[in-house]
């Protein structure tokens, strides 16, 4: 039987999941349809312990990325401008803001650093700045390591599967009484189902990866507000 590490029902509905290549954690972005809110939470993988950061953010906030134990989160001026302004920086070990910068906008990532653009300064300059700090810092881009992130093949329709080096894991839909229930099953070399679990219901078939293998461990979301994680 594979080892359950991990699982919590959120009251907010799961929107967003973010992996950092570097450092063991997982971070989680929350929206709340009711009260137009947003959270940020985090878990420490390795010992599948729950980090509860209450980190709020507003409801058009974006949790961009993860990196070094840094938490990034892009700022929009409003809905129906989608462009971005203004990025903060949180600790995910202990949701504490680093830093906090109100015209910048993401970029990417190189060695200890974050590349930024001012949306307020044209032509657009690439700016390097310290992960820790957001001070501006002179640095040579280099490619970091990424971690080991497998998606899941479509079969078909309603299939999808994905095989690791002890296990296959697969979802698939039932349709009973007008209703979809999408299953999904991980099986060992004896082909022996070792976890099942139902990941949603609904009246139509929904898309979307239903799961994904990150750095040995099958993570997966159960009716958009329950996170579940094996180690494989």
């Known amino acids: 039987m594979l080892t359950l590490k991990f699982q919590k029902q959120f009251n907010d509905t799961i929107w967003k999941i973010q992996l950092d ?6 971070a989680v ?3 709340n349809k009711e009260d137009k809110k947003g959270k940020i939470t985090a878990i420490h993988l390795p010992s599948g312990s729950f980090v509860d950061l209450s980190i709020e953010v507003d409801w058009i906030a974006d949790l961009i990325k993860i990196h070094q ?8 001026p409003n809905e129906a401008l989608p462009k971005a302004c ?5 600790d995910a070990a202990t949701g504490k803001q680093h830093w906090i910068n109100y015209t910048d906008t993401f970029y990417g990532f190189h060695q200890d650093s974050v590349l930024t653009y001012s949306s307020k300064i044209e032509p657009k300059t690439i700016i390097s700045k310290d992960l820790h700090t ?11 390591k990424e971690a080991a992130l497998q ?16 296990y296959i894991i697969k979802t698939h839909y039932e349709l009973a009484d007008g209703i979809y229930t999408q299953y999904l099953r991980v099986l060992n070399q004896e082909q022996k189902i070792v976890v099942e ?18 750095d040995n461990q099958l993570v997966y979301i159960k009716h958009k507000q329950e996170l579940k994680i094996y180690a494989l």
């Open 21 to 26: 290549a570097m450092l063991p954690y997982m």
């Open 29 to 31: 972005l929350l929206r």
């Open 151 to 166: 998606f899941p093949q479509a079969l078909n329709d309603q299939e999808e599967s994905l095989s690791t080096i002890a």
């Open 69 to 76: 134990g840094c938490l990034f989160v892009q700022f929009y």
């Open 86 to 90: 203004g990025i903060a920086c949180y």
């Open 134 to 144: 957001g001070q501006p810092i002179h640095s040579e881009a280099v490619k970091i």
């Open 197 to 214: 679990d139902i990941l949603n219901s609904s009246k139509e078939l929904l898309r979307g990866d239903s799961f994904f293998v990150f």
